[in-house]
C-alpha cells in the first residue's frame, strides 16, 4: 500500500472486467487508440487503485532486445493519472515491485536478463537525465531504482536497466 494506494498484481492473470476498465482509462486520457489499448492490456503487470478501486495507473511489461539482438529485456512502461503524479514513490514502488515479480519468473523460465525502460514523458525524462545526475550529482531515484544508463534508444531517449541477479 502506498498512503491511499493499493497496488494488484494483475500479471498474467487480469479479468475480463478489469481489462475492460484498464482499456477505458487508457482511451479516457487520449494515451491509446482502442485497438493499442487492448493489445496492451494483455501486458498489465499491476494496477495502481485508489481508495475507491479505480485504476489510477498501470504499468506493462513486453520482452524486446535491448540495444542489439538476442539481448532480451523486459521493456516497462507506467501511466499514473496526472491527478495522481504527485510522489515519485508511487514510481519507485511499482517499478520495484515489478522488478522482483519478473525476477521470480526467470529463475523458471530465463526468458530476459532484466528490466529496462526508456522514459518517454519530458518532465520525467528531465528530472531522470542523465545529464542532470552529471551536472548535480543527484542519483537518488536512479539509486532507489537500482537502475544502470545504457545509451539512447532510435527515439533519442535516454535508455535504463536493472539486470536480474544471476541464479
Not at 482509462?25 to 496492451?40: D, H, Y
Not at 481508495?51 to 489510477?56: A, N, Q, R
Amino acid at each position: 500500500m502506498i498512503r491511499q494506494y493499493r497496488l494488484k498484481n494483475v500479471y498474467g492473470r487480469l479479468s475480463e472486467a478489469a481489462r475492460k476498465a484498464l482499456i477505458d482509462f487508457w482511451i479516457g486520457l487520449k494515451v491509446l487508440t482502442p485497438e493499442e489499448a487492448e493489445e496492451r492490456s494483455y501486458q498489465a503487470a499491476f494496477l495502481l487503485l485508489d481508495k475507491h478501486d479505480e485504476i489510477v495507473g498501470v504499468n506493462t511489461v513486453y520482452i524486446d532486445n535491448l540495444l542489439f539482438p538476442a539481448n532480451p529485456y523486459y521493456f516497462y512502461r507506467t501511466l499514473i493519472h496526472p491527478e495522481h503524479r504527485h510522489s515519485y514513490n508511487i514510481l519507485i514502488e511499482m517499478f520495484n515491485r515489478t522488478f522482483i515479480l519478473l525476477e521470480k519468473k526467470e529463475r523458471k523460465t530465463k526468458q530476459a536478463k532484466g528490466l529496462a525502460l526508456t522514459i518517454e514523458n519530458p518532465k520525467l525524462a528531465k528530472t531522470l537525465s542523465l545529464a542532470r545526475f552529471r551536472e548535480s550529482g543527484e542519483t537518488h531515484i536512479v539509486e532507489r531504482l537500482g537502475i544502470l544508463y545504457a545509451g539512447k534508444d532510435r527515439f533519442g531517449h535516454d535508455l535504463w536497466y536493472r539486470n536480474f541477479p544471476k541464479v
